[in-house]
């Protein structure tokens, strides 16, 4: 589990590309301080294990389903990714609840200067905007946002200078793609809600049918 809390800005160092998947070797630095084979790290929102490392990159096997749902596919060399260990478990808890499973794409339609802050509008789909709510919670290419404000066919976020600094977003220009995951309790809400409600028709309609109405 991530937290949306970006430690450090890597450089892709070399893509090694297969038939649906590629191998991804990121150079970076602090992040790498206690990494083990295996490990977890969220990369541009995308959770990778470590199949290898070295004392300034970390290599990741990315499979077809995550090429499917994910901007990889548009991955260069020398690209800036945000980079994220997982959360220890005494760790501080300063985003929200990020497990690194890509919901879709997003494209930067609007990039504005608000004061210090930067104004980004983002477009996506509609089954990835039913989740977003305003002043909830959002993972943009691992980032965790708070949305401020949303439509039927884009949202908003604000991006504080020590975001701009800290991450590679604000790198991006209008017409780029990033990595959206919504925020996993709606989800889980929306599954429990479902259930209860398919299971009280089912009861009814037994009710009903019982006594021959």
Same mark, same amino acid.
């Given at each position: ?29 602090? &992040? +790498?301080?206690? *990494?083990?084979?295996?490990? #977890? %790290?969220?990369?541009? /929102?995308?959770? @990778? =294990? $470590? !199949? ?75 089954? &990835? +905007?039913?989740? *977003?709510?305003?002043?909830? #919670? %959002?993972?943009?290419? /691992?980032?965790? @946002? =708070? $949305? !401020? ?65």
């Amino acid at each position: 589990m991530f937290t949306g809390i970006i430690e450090e800005i890597g450089k892709v160092k070399a893509i090694v590309r297969h038939a649906n998947s590629i191998k991804l070797t990121v150079a970076a630095q602090r &992040i +790498l301080e206690d *990494i083990h084979v295996g490990d #977890s %790290i969220c990369t541009n /929102g995308v959770c @990778l =294990t $470590v !199949t290898s490392f070295d004392g300034g990159s970390y290599t990741a096997d990315v499979m077809p389903e995550t090429m499917s749902r994910t901007n990889f596919k548009d991955l260069r060399i020398n690209d800036s990714v945000n980079c994220e260990r997982a959360m220890p478990a005494n760790g501080r808890f300063g985003g929200h609840i990020v497990s690194g499973h890509i919901d879709g794409i997003g494209v930067i339609s609007k990039m504005t200067k608000d004061d210090k802050a930067i104004r980004i509008k983002i477009g996506t789909r509609p089954e &990835i +905007l039913k989740y *977003i709510v305003e002043k909830g #919670s %959002i993972t943009i290419d /691992g980032i965790s @946002l =708070t $949305v !401020t404000d949303v439509s039927n066919f884009d949202f908003s976020v604000s991006i504080i200078e020590h975001t701009q600094d800290a991450t590679a977003l604000t790198k991006k220009q209008v017409g780029d793609t990033v990595n959206l995951e919504n925020d996993i309790v709606g989800k889980y809400i929306e599954k429990f809600v479902g259930t209860f409600s398919a299971k009280r028709d089912e009861n009814l309609l037994n009710l009903l049918n019982d006594n021959n109405f």
